[in-house]
Each structure stands twice: as C-alpha cells, then as structure tokens.
C-alpha cells in the first residue's frame, strides 16, 4: 500500500484541525466511531452509576404500610418520612461524630507523615531511596480487610506477637478501639500518600532550589518555604480523597467487631446503612445512604472551597 | 536495623548542574561535615523506625503461616520453629473441597478480567472525548469526572437496591458488572490521549485508509499504553479491595472473593477454632497477586501517575 503523500495544503483541504471557540455548524465527524467508542462505557456507567443512585433516591421516598400486623407488605410513597426518622436515628449521628472525630485526628498524622516522608526521600540526606520507597509502598499492597485482620491479631492480648505491650494496654477496648482502626488506615495508605507527594516534588525544577541555596538556604529551610507550598495540589488532592475515605469507612471496622465487642454494628455510618439493610429496612438504609452521601458531598465540597480561598488570601 | 554513614560522604553533594533532574545534590554552601552528619543520621533513622513499623506486621504474618497450630502460641513470634508452610499450604486448599482455591479464581476474574474489560472500555470512551468532537462531549466528561468522586461504598446499596429489582443479587455479575465501570478511566485516557496522540498520526491514518476503530487498536492504543497500565492497576486494586459490595450482594460462599471469603472465615473463628491458621495462611497468599501485579507494572505505574493524575 503506497501512502499518499500528503501536502500540507491537502492536508487542510480534508480536514480542518479544529480550533476551540470555532462555531459547530459543521456535522459531526466520524459520528460511528464516536457512538462505538463511547457507548459501552457510556451505557454501563448509566446503568451501574446513575441508575442506581436513582433507584436509592426513589427507594427512599417509600414507606412500608401493612394491613394490620401480618397483613401484606406494600411500599407507598411515603415523602420525605424516612428522611425524619435520618434525622432522628441516635446511633447514625452518633456514628457520623466518630468518623469526624476519627478524621480530624487521623488524615492530618498520616499526611502529616506522608509530606515528611516524602521530603526525606527528595533531600539528599537519605541514601536507599528505592529501598524506602517501596518498603514503605508494600503495606498498600495489602487489602483493607487483611490489614484489619493483621492488626486485629497483633492487636490481640492473647495472640499478638508483642504480649509484652498487648497485655498491658487494651488496644481493642471501647477506648482505644477507634485508633487502633486508625493505626490499620494509616498503615495501609501512608505509603501511597507519600509516593503521590513524592512524584509532585519531583516535578519541581531545579532551578528554584539553585537560587534558594545560593542565598544560603539550608536543607529545612528549603522544604518548609519552597517545597512544601508547592505540593499544595498533591495535598490537597490526597486530603481530599482521605476524607471522603474516612466518612466511608466501613471494612476496617467491620473486620474488628470480630476482635473486640467495643465496635458495635453502628460503628461507623456505612456500618449502620449495613445493619440496616440487613433488618431488612432497605427504604430507611436508602435514606441514610443518600443523606451520607450528601454529607460527603458537602464536605469535600467546603475543604475545597476553604483550601482555595487560602489560597487567594 | 544498623545505620552506616560516613560523615565525610562526597556522594551526593556535588553541585548541581543546571539542568539536571529535580533532585536537589548540593547542600548549602558553608556547612561543615559535622553539621551533615546529625541530620542524616536523624533521617535514616526516622526512615528505619517506619520500616520497621511498615514490614513488620508482614514479616509476622509470614512467620505465623509456617507455623504450624501448636508453635503458634508457643515460640517466638518473630521467627521460625518448624517450618511447616507447605503443610499448611496443602492443608488450606483442601479445606471443605478447596473453598479457598475457588476464592482466588473468583478474585482474578472479578479483579483482573473486571480490570481488563474497564480498562478497554474506559480508554475507548477517554479517547473519543479527547480526538473528537461531538455535542455533549463536555456534559458527559463532567458527570463522568462527577463520577470519580463517588466512592465505591456510596454505591454498594443502591447497586443491592437496583440488583434486587431485577433478582441478580447473590450472582457472579453483581459483582462482576458495577467493577468494569471506571470513570477514573475515562479521565486518566483523556488526559493522557490528548497528551500523548497527536492528530497528526490520527490524519495520516486516516489517509491510509484505515478505519477509526482500527487505527485506534493500531496506532492510538500503543501511545495510550502507559495509562492504560495505570488505568489497569488502579482498577485491579480498587476491586481486589472492594469490600462493601460483596458484603451486601452474596450470600453464597462459592462466589466469595478471597478478600471477603478470609473475612467470612475470621467472623467465625470463635465457633470453629481451626479456622485461625487457615485464615493467617490465607491472607498470606491472598496478598501475592498484588504484590506481582504491581512489581512487574511498577514502571508503568510511575510514568502513568506523574503525567495524568496531578495535572
């Protein structure tokens, strides 16, 4: 097959490289090829994302009415009822207070030791960095629940390899069993947070540390005042994605309730929309999902919104 | 762990030349060795206590595997008494008619061919969204993009719901299905589409007579392949470790992914006692595919992450 040489006058007689803000009056081009391109996922993303969460919301505006006390079962719109009795469940709030309390704490230690890390690793004070990095990557490697299980052995009085310390201090009691989960968390991601960082340092040219040290900036010097703002994105970015983490929180703590009677089928607020699927109340645990949902939402929403206005400030 | 430094060290402290990687090689002028010394050493140190804390849990998980149910208690955690591994081994995959085994090949078929399906399917949508134009095409990107901060646990129940209604609850596809959808996908392909394929190569396809979807599983797929990996990896991961949609979609056990299969036998160690070394032998090599998969594509990983992920 001989390929046609292609001046560059033909070249744009076939087909105009396309400019933003040029007006679509022309047709579409290859409209099969976009369809069959984008159809399978487009299909599936509505069925398995959208429509779900379609069917939650509906799900949740229905209440169960029966005719007397075993009479049959319907679902009737029932308006904003469950939504109510959201707002009046005692132990999903209560929940939702522990995994704020959990995540005010945790999320800034193991980013705090992420950044840490991170700038170890991009000074040249350390030596083995491929050592260090993927020694501290491995435990990622490790799915939540069998972190959890780990732990729970380790954290254990009777089984754990350091009894010295287990039997002494209770790590699974109603104390201390909501940072014992956050130890398995921070465990398990500090070592991706430090590599999302650590490639964002990377980025930084080394033009900027020339000048900063030939003004005799020392090593701290330099991370505090040059570094550290200028991982403000990654940082972002993995606050972000710990915090909505954190309001889910669920396999972790599920994992420990076979440890430790102290972590209740309440614990955390996924943990309750799981108990309370399981009764089955599956309106009430549609409710709870679209009001944690929100939550999450509204959350994330606000810290990005405070980070920028920092930022402008 | 022992710490060697030499305080007088020259590697590593030659002058940066301008131009050269980002890593910084030069210390601030007028400092004397001494004044290197203690920050090094503090660094190796602080780095060495969290090795130790990251690889410790693992070391004992290995121990305990090739111990077998009498050492256990008895002998020092840390290291071995009789190395029984392979008999544990044999012993967990005979287990009720190897239960286990069937949990690994459930794993790999909803992980690693779900990973597959995603990856394609993501990356044919990311690149139509990046080398066409069509109306909508911003609409669609940004309830996708919307997509990537719905957390997989928000979406558990409504799955169950919406599952439930049409009676596929407790089935290979209800966990198979929602995993080969990846809006982080679709962004990573975009980003990386219209970074790494340029029009050009698309054009002279095109002249050569090729087709669209050909010269996208001929020219395109290969400039995407650093993403794609990454795409892959992220996807593997994140069904490998999903939790909440097993939990709340199978009831039968021979559908169990190994993660959830570990958890179900961990719940009832109480009532059957046994179950403890299967279950510690269990997670031991429930955790190798992982660790394959992302050592042998590490490098793609990297590449992948610093061009798409942080832009």
């Given at each position: 097959m001989t390929a046609p040489v292609s001046t560059p006058a033909s070249r744009t007689a076939v087909h105009a490289p396309p400019i933003e803000g040029r007006p679509k009056r022309r047709r579409i081009q290859h409209p099969a090829a976009i369809a069959t391109f984008v159809a399978p996922f487009g299909i599936l993303f509505l069925l398995f994302y959208l429509v779900p969460i379609g069917v939650a919301i509906y799900q949740s505006l229905l209440v169960v009415e029966r005719e007397g006390t075993f009479g049959e079962a319907t679902q009737v719109f029932g308006g904003l009822s469950q939504y109510a009795l959201v707002f009046q469940n005692g132990p999903f709030w209560q929940s939702v207070?522990?995994?704020?309390?959990?995540?005010?704490?945790?999320?800034?230690?193991?980013?705090?030791?992420?950044?840490?890390?991170?700038?170890?690793?991009?000074?040249?004070?350390?030596?083995?960095?491929?050592?260090?990095?993927?020694?501290?990557?491995?435990?990622?490697?490790?799915?939540?629940?069998?972190?959890?299980?780990?732990?729970?052995?380790?954290?254990?009085?009777?089984?754990?390899?350091?009894?010295?310390?287990?039997?002494?201090?209770?790590?699974?009691?109603?104390?201390?069993?909501?940072?014992?989960?956050?130890?398995?968390?921070?465990?398990?991601?500090?070592?991706?947070?430090?590599?999302i960082i650590y490639s964002s340092l990377l980025a930084i040219p080394s033009e900027i540390y020339e000048a900063a040290r030939l003004d005799g900036a020392g090593q701290a010097r330099i991370a505090w005042s040059i570094k550290i703002p200028l991982v403000r994105p990654a940082l972002i970015l993995t606050a972000i994605f710990s915090i909505i983490g954190t309001l889910q929180l669920l396999a972790e703590p599920q994992v420990f309730r076979s440890f430790s009677s102290a972590v209740t089928s309440s614990f955390t607020p996924n943990m309750t929309i799981y108990a309370t699927s399981a009764i089955p109340n599956v309106n009430l645990a549609a409710a709870l999902s679209v009001v944690l949902a929100l939550a999450t939402f509204v959350l994330s929403f606000t810290f990005l919104r405070f980070t920028r206005r920092k930022a402008e400030s | 762990m022992s710490t060697t430094i030499e305080s007088r060290d020259v590697r590593g402290t030659t002058p940066a030349a301008p131009g050269s990687a980002g890593v910084v090689k030069s210390k601030g002028s007028g400092r004397g060795p001494r004044e290197r010394f203690l920050p090094q050493v503090a660094s190796m140190l602080v780095m060495g206590v969290f090795t130790l804390y990251f690889l410790i849990p693992i070391w004992w998980l290995f121990v305990a595997s090739t111990k077998s149910g009498s050492d256990f208690l008895g002998t020092n955690p840390l290291w071995f008494a009789d190395f029984a591994l392979f008999d544990n081994i044999a012993a967990l995959f005979a287990y009720r008619d190897g239960v286990y085994l069937t949990w690994m090949l459930n794993s790999l078929l909803y992980a690693g061919l779900g990973a597959l399906v995603a990856t394609l399917l993501a990356a044919m949508c990311g690149y139509a969204l990046a080398k066409y134009r069509f109306p909508g095409r911003e609409a669609i990107f940004n309830v996708v993009l919307g997509g990537v901060l719905v957390p997989a646990t928000a979406l558990a129940l409504p799955l169950f719901l919406l599952f439930s209604r049409v009676q596929l609850t407790d089935t290979?596809?209800?966990?198979?299905?929602?995993?080969?959808?990846?809006?982080?996908?679709?962004?990573?392909?975009?980003?990386?589409?219209?970074?790494?394929?340029?029009?050009?190569?698309?054009?002279?396809?095109?002249?050569?007579?090729?087709?669209?979807?050909r010269t996208f599983f001929t020219v395109s797929i290969r400039l995407m392949f650093p993403a794609l990996v990454t795409v892959f990896l992220f996807q593997f991961v994140a069904i490998w470790n999903n939790f909440f949609l097993p939990l709340i979609m199978l009831r039968s056990e021979e559908l169990f992914p190994v993660t959830f299969g570990l958890y179900a036998w961990n719940s009832s160690i109480n009532q059957l006692p046994e179950l403890r070394g299967f279950v510690l032998i269990g997670a031991l090599l429930s955790i190798i595919p992982l660790i394959i998969t992302f050592l042998l594509l590490q490098r793609y990983w990297r590449t992948g992450l610093g061009t798409g992920a942080l832009k």
């Open positions: 207070g522990r995994v704020l309390l959990f995540g005010i704490v945790q999320v800034p230690v193991m980013l705090g030791l992420a950044l840490l890390f991170a700038l170890l690793l991009d000074s040249p004070l350390l030596r083995g960095k491929k050592f260090f990095r993927l020694a501290f990557f491995v435990p990622y490697a490790v799915p939540g629940v069998i972190a959890a299980i780990m732990w729970g052995f380790l954290f254990s009085p009777n089984l754990s390899p350091f009894q010295g310390i287990t039997r002494h201090v209770d790590f699974l009691s109603a104390d201390l069993v909501l940072w014992s989960i956050a130890n398995v968390v921070t465990w398990v991601f500090v070592g991706y947070n430090m590599l | 290979f596809w209800a966990v198979f299905l929602p995993s080969i959808v990846s809006p982080f996908g679709v962004y990573l392909a975009r980003v990386f589409t219209e970074a790494s394929v340029p029009d050009e190569l698309l054009e002279a396809s095109r002249l050569d007579g090729a087709g669209e979807v």
